[in-house]
């Protein structure tokens, strides 16, 4: 702004309020009206600077309060941090001591559960080994018996068809004497038959030749009659 030179606010207001001093000239109306106006936009814009004075300082107050407590906050969450940190280390050993402990304790358990298992197989294998040889032998035995049975079955059996075999030759040797002896007494039979008829012939030749009258049959029939078989 251009202004002209005024006095300070409290020398306008004292000639403003007062009478002037004798050999000083009186302000108009107008030029105090002025002076009232500047001195009272004065007043406002120093109470606005002070208040604007006072707010930067209650700002940078407030904006230093919240840095101190920005990092305040930031080094009690760091301590936080470290101490968590540290409680976490201060477990992961105890937890891999516990662990390790654990593992040693579970690791004399197996040694300790192995070797009884150890021993147990042990004897069980040994009873498994003995029942098998007593099975072995049983098993031995048993076949020779079977063996034994079977031999004495195919013996018996053997031994059964020479029997057979034996009756049936009897039987057969009997049945050939029966029809070979058939057959002489029909042979016999037939050549007796034979004879007789023949000497029929001959009987009734000689009678045919003493008396010749008609032609004798049994003379025809025995010249063509042959001992023939009989077939059963």
């Known amino acids: 702004r251009n202004r002209l030179a005024r006095p300070a606010p409290d020398t306008a207001c004292t000639l403003i309020g007062s009478v002037a001093p004798p050999g000083v000239a009186m302000p108009e109306d107008g030029e105090i009206t002025r002076l009232r106006r500047e001195a009272a936009i004065r007043q406002k814009e120093d109470e606005f600077l002070r208040k604007q004075r006072e707010d930067e300082e209650r700002k940078r107050d407030e904006l230093n309060r919240l840095r101190q407590e920005y990092e305040e906050g930031i080094r009690k969450r760091q301590e936080k941090k470290l101490g968590h940190l540290q409680r976490q280390s201060q477990m992961r050993a105890q937890k891999e001591s516990e662990v390790q402990r654990m593992n040693r304790r579970r690791e004399e ?8 298992w150890l021993k147990k197989a042990n004897v069980d294998i040994q009873q498994l080994l003995s029942e098998h040889s007593a099975q072995e032998r049983r098993v031995e035995s048993a076949l020779q018996v079977a063996r034994q049975a079977k031999a004495d ?34 042979e016999i039979r037939e050549a007796l038959r034979t004879d007789d008829i023949k000497a029929d012939a001959e009987a009734e030749l000689l ?21 023939v078989p ?3």
């Open 153 to 186: 079955r195919e013996q018996a059996e053997r031994d059964t068809k020479r029997e057979a075999h034996e009756r049936q030759h009897n039987i057969d040797s009997r049945r050939d004497e029966n029809i070979a002896e058939k057959d002489l007494k029909r």
């Open 109 to 116: 358990k197996i040694k300790q559960r192995d070797g009884l």
């Open 207 to 227: 009678s045919f030749i003493q008396n010749p009258y008609p032609v004798p049959l049994k003379q025809v029939l025995c010249g063509r009659t042959r001992p």
């Open 230 to 232: 009989k077939v059963t």
